[in-house]
């Protein structure tokens, strides 16, 4: 470690970051949930805090503009039976988000995929980097004992 005149400390690089980093750790693209693996079925106890509405908001649009149009020939009287999805609805909000759970697990292993990538990419860059250091020392050592003089290294 070099010695500066700031007022900021080195952290060694051996410590591990506090800050999440997106990642869970020993994660690897073949522990995810398989693409081919069953869904699992909604069962909640209490309303779900990341889907909480019956009808997702495109459903919704979509069932205001055509009763703003008169596009459905029967219209509820009553508030509540309006509210709660069709039948044909129900299974669209099904195949819907069945495509958003599959592209989920695809992006997930994606992302594990490349972060793959980067960390060996990283190593190949470390093996090389220590390839190079000690094909200069001995190239180093080399001049000193033909009697050159070898300028000092830059500090890194």
């Known amino acids: 470690m070099v010695a500066s005149s700031s007022s900021n400390t080195a952290?060694?690089?051996?410590?591990?970051?506090?800050?999440?980093?997106?990642?869970?750790?020993?994660?690897?693209?073949?522990?995810?949930?398989?693409?081919?693996?069953?869904?699992?079925?909604?069962?909640?106890?209490?309303?779900?805090?990341?889907?909480?509405?019956?009808?997702?908001?495109?459903?919704?649009?979509?069932?205001?503009?055509s009763q703003a149009f008169g596009d459905e020939d029967e219209l509820a009287d009553d508030d509540a039976a309006a509210l709660r999805p069709s039948a044909t609805e129900e299974d669209a909000i099904k195949a819907k988000r069945l495509q958003n759970t599959l592209a989920a697990r695809r992006s997930r292993k994606r992302k594990l995929e490349y972060q793959r990538e980067l960390e060996d990419t990283i190593e190949i860059e470390r093996q090389e980097k220590e390839q190079w250091k000690s094909h200069a020392l001995v190239l180093e050592a080399l001049l000193t004992d033909k009697g050159y003089q070898v300028p000092p290294r830059p500090v890194m």
Do not use: C, H, M, W
Request: hydrophobic residues 25%; without cysteine; glycine residues 2%.
């Open 11 to 65: 952290i060694p690089s051996n410590r591990r970051r506090a800050q999440p980093n997106g990642t869970r750790k020993n994660v690897t693209p073949e522990t995810l949930v398989p693409l081919d693996a069953p869904i699992q079925p909604r069962k909640y106890l209490t309303p779900s805090q990341t889907s909480r509405k019956d009808v997702p908001a495109t459903f919704a649009r979509k069932r205001a503009r």
